[in-house]
């Protein structure tokens, strides 16, 4: 199995937990937790800021010595957008599930940024549709460089059954600005129905990094570097939540050169 591919481990609890340790990396982290009613995850952001996102189910959520009240609802990730709640650095979270809960744990180092923790609720968040004809795929912004963090970009990207998503071939791996942003960045993926698989690669213009993967539902693949497109296939639709995060909080990339024509 490729090192980039993270498989669940379990049904229950903390099923995904991705450092930078173990991703051999500086920046993103990425857990999962599936909880049963009343059950509570909680931690102590220490020196990293978190983006909370209820893929599933709903929570009663503490930030910050806030009471955030009942957040998330949606029974699966295929069902509209997403219930989210930023904690920043040096500050205490904890969610207790109201019903079968999956939340997600998107971390990115804090720069003392001083930002309030917040709630973030579908109404507040911006869709858009890219690309054209079997390229078309559904984002949404959850916490995109135009809104307040200081390291962490998170998206939802929805891509129809037979489509492709993460094309044409893209990479954000020099920190060259203006032109390109290094940004590590890890996807969490899920199909609808949940049988199914699509298809991640992971590679660099020089090959010395060239993985081809099949991905499950729950299953984490880990781009470091490289290009990264995905395929959904036929019958199955595909739900990726994006982490992302480098030094500068900026999304700039670069498309592979001899794919360019397809913008065209």
């Not at 930030?63 to 219930?83: E, H, M, N, Q, Y």
Request: hydrophobic share 35%; proline share 8%; with cysteine.
């Amino acid at each position: 199995m490729s090192r980039l591919l993270v498989k669940p481990d379990g049904a229950h609890g903390r099923v995904i937990s991705v450092t930078p340790q173990s991703a051999g990396w500086t920046y993103v982290g990425f857990d999962l937790h599936r909880l049963k009613p009343g059950e509570i995850v909680s931690a102590q952001t220490e020196d990293r800021e978190v983006c909370l996102v209820f893929v599933t189910g709903s929570g009663k959520a503490a930030a910050g010595g806030r009471d955030f009240g009942i957040l998330g609802g949606r029974k699966t990730p295929f069902d509209g957008k997403p219930w989210s709640l930023y904690v920043p650095q040096g500050s205490n979270w904890s969610v207790t599930a109201e019903d079968a809960l999956e939340l997600a744990i998107c971390s990115a180092p804090g720069l003392g940024g001083n930002l309030p923790a917040r709630a973030i609720s579908p109404d507040d968040l911006g869709q858009e549709v890219r690309g054209k004809g079997t390229n078309t795929r559904y984002v949404t912004n959850i916490l995109p460089e135009n809104e307040p963090a200081d390291s962490l970009l998170v998206v939802e990207v929805i891509t129809p059954g037979g489509h492709t998503s993460s094309y044409p071939p893209h990479k954000h791996d020099e920190d060259d600005l203006p032109a390109e942003s290094y940004l590590e960045e890890t996807y969490y993926h899920r199909m609808n129905p949940p049988q199914g698989f699509a298809f991640q690669r992971v590679y660099t213009d020089d090959r010395a990094l060239d993985e081809a993967m099949a991905v499950e539902n729950g299953d984490v693949v880990l781009v470091p570097k490289g290009y990264h497109p995905c395929a959904a296939c036929h019958g199955y639709d595909l739900y990726y939540l994006n982490v992302m995060a480098g030094p500068k909080r900026t999304w700039k990339f670069h498309n592979a050169a001899e794919h360019a024509w397809l913008l065209e």
